[in-house]
């Protein structure tokens, strides 16, 4: 009997943080669909999610592309079909590794920023001192930095997909001996607008996810800065996991036969 309390537990306790979550995630898509919107902090976010996420995001991709390029070639070698790097390396990038790379690298960066951040103001009271100003926290706090994950995840994608298509044709080039305007010709014709267009449709989910766990997470933090911590740590894991749950349901929902 101790054995099945504790399931029960543990099932209640699981159901009970979905609710919440939904919950919240509710109040948080209303909170963006009302006016006012505050068009300066969804600026700042951007900047902070977006621009400062570049380096990170372009040295991921670049290296990703090589390594993705040199792993084809290897492969292929093995039943003579080496010619297929570049429609490999380019579909690969732009469907799935661009992406995800980028979403999990946003997520261990701003996901944990985000909790953090939110996480500090919760448990100094900033958050019930907003509500005393008869500011709505979830309006000042979680849309903007909401819509700016959306905005930002695809158009850092897109810089990514770009980069790691030219690590690929750097490390098939210069490494592995491949002739130059025959890489990229073949890369630009197999190339279709649905392959990039699903990667950005995928990079805008993700950052909905990164930046709804980073606030939920900060918001539900407590006991001082060791809550702050386990916030942080909540934050990334949940979303990285969540990240490649969703990546097999788009993938699954926009390839399908």
């Known amino acids: ?28 898509l ?12 969804i600026l700042v976010q951007m900047m902070r999610i977006g621009y400062f ?13 090589g390594v993705l390029a040199l792993q084809i070639y290897l492969g292929g070698n093995r039943f003579g079909a080496e010619a297929i790097v570049p429609q490999v390396v380019v579909l690969g990038i732009t469907r799935e590794l661009g992406p ?14 985000i909790a953090a951040e939110i996480g500090t103001m919760k448990v100094t009271e900033q958050i019930d001192a907003l509500t005393t100003l008869a500011t709505n926290p979830i309006k000042y706090l979680v849309a903007p930095r909401i ?14 997909d770009s ?27 197999f190339l279709h607008s649905d392959d990039v267009t699903s990667g950005l449709i995928k990079a805008a989910v993700f950052g909905f996810i990164v930046a709804l766990m980073g606030c939920y997470n900060g918001f ?15 934050a990334v894991v949940s979303s990285s996991i969540l990240i490649l749950a969703a990546d097999y349901v788009l993938t699954a929902l926009l390839f399908h036969k």
């Open 163 to 189: 980069i790691g298509v030219l690590g690929g044709y750097i490390v098939s080039v210069y490494s592995l001996d491949f002739n130059g305007p025959a890489y990229l010709k073949n890369t630009a014709d």
């Open 147 to 160: 819509v700016a994950a959306v905005v930002s995840m695809p158009l850092l994608t897109l810089v990514g």
């Open 30 to 41: 209303a909170a963006i669909v009302s006016p006012p919107v505050y068009f300066r902090l």
């Open 100 to 113: 995800v790379i980028a979403g999990l690298m946003i997520a261990g960066r701003v996901a944990a920023a």
């Open 220 to 234: 539900n933090s407590k006991g001082g800065a060791q809550g702050v911590g386990n916030a942080t740590t909540y």
């Open 1 to 28: 009997m101790n054995f099945l309390a504790y399931i029960g537990r543990a099932v209640m306790t699981v159901l009970a943080q979905l609710g919440a979550l939904a919950i919240f995630t509710g109040r948080a």
């Open 53 to 65: 996420s570049l380096p990170v995001v372009g040295l991921t991709a670049f290296f990703m592309g």
